[in-house]
């Protein structure tokens, strides 16, 4: 399996899924319906969807995504690899038009994950992982995937990461719309652990970003998420040394289960 190759095609699907959101975005016209969870959805999050589906199953791979996540496990299990896909993460960010959102596109070999994509559509920003070459990120991200014929190019092109840091201060980065009691305790925790804490907040996926460029170094999560909420930000950061684990056994998250549900999380770089 050519995984550079097929890495190069989910990053211009993202990026292309990322153009029409803001489509949608800018338009104010957002037709909003709620799911059964009573989670919004948006056309926004169709559009995302379907322009993904169309790139990558072009490929050989099977596709998981939160718009079509009714596949039964019987057919799952046997998958090898496949992509798992969240084509418009923080959707509430979106309707709040706070500008934190991302599309999250995920290789997963087996229960793990392989590499990992986020873009960030307002910001033109874009985090991906290699297997075994790093985590990278790219600014003006559409000028760059759409002119470049290679992944390595566009690695050549784009920011290693983590960037170095510097000082004892721990920051802690919290999501911007599920904040819970069990957060609340988990971080007088790490207070009484560490003396110089800083809390920041921030909407979707976008905190893996932040902890894989080295501005945040722990994301406690103490709220529901789906596989696909987690699953490229975990591929980054494992790729950095970094770890997503489970907040209560501490084993490492896996992917492909018959509940999509993940356990609660904690999300962390080297320094803790």
């Not at 596949?71 to 038009?97: A, C, H, N």
């Not at 209560?248 to 509940?259: A, I, R, W």
Request: hydrophobic share 40%.
């Amino acid at each position: 399996m050519k995984i550079n190759m097929l890495l190069l095609m989910a990053i211009r699907a993202a990026v292309k899924a990322g153009i029409q959101i803001m489509k949608v975005y800018e338009s104010n016209q957002y037709n909003i319906v709620y799911k059964k969870d009573e989670s919004p959805l948006t056309v926004a999050d169709i559009k995302s969807h379907e322009t993904i589906d169309h790139y990558l199953l072009s490929g050989s791979l099977p596709l998981l995504s939160e718009e079509a996540s009714n596949i039964p496990f019987s057919q799952r299990k046997s998958w090898e690899y496949f992509w798992l896909v969240d084509p418009l993460d923080g959707t509430r960010e979106f309707l709040k038009k706070n500008d934190e959102f991302c599309v999250n596109i995920a290789l997963i070999q087996r229960n793990n994950p392989l590499a990992g994509i986020i873009y960030s559509p307002v910001n033109q920003i874009l985090y991906f992982s290699v297997p075994g070459q790093g985590v990278f990120k790219t600014k003006s991200a559409p000028s760059y995937v759409f002119n470049t014929d290679s992944l390595q190019t566009l690695q050549e092109k784009s920011d290693r990461l983590p960037y170095e840091t510097t000082g004892d201060k721990i920051t802690v980065i919290t999501s911007r719309s599920f904040h819970s009691a069990d957060t609340e305790k988990y971080i007088l925790i790490l207070k009484k652990r560490y003396q110089n804490i800083e809390l920041i907040s921030a909407g979707s996926a976008l905190k893996f970003g932040l902890i894989a460029e080295g501005k945040a170094d722990i994301y406690p999560r103490f709220a529901p998420t789906m596989e696909w909420d987690v699953a490229a930000g975990h591929a980054m950061l494992k790729e950095s040394g970094f770890s997503v684990t489970d907040a209560v056994t501490g084993d490492s998250l896996v992917y492909n289960k018959p509940d999509l549900k993940n356990p609660w999380f904690i999300a962390k770089n080297s320094r803790i």
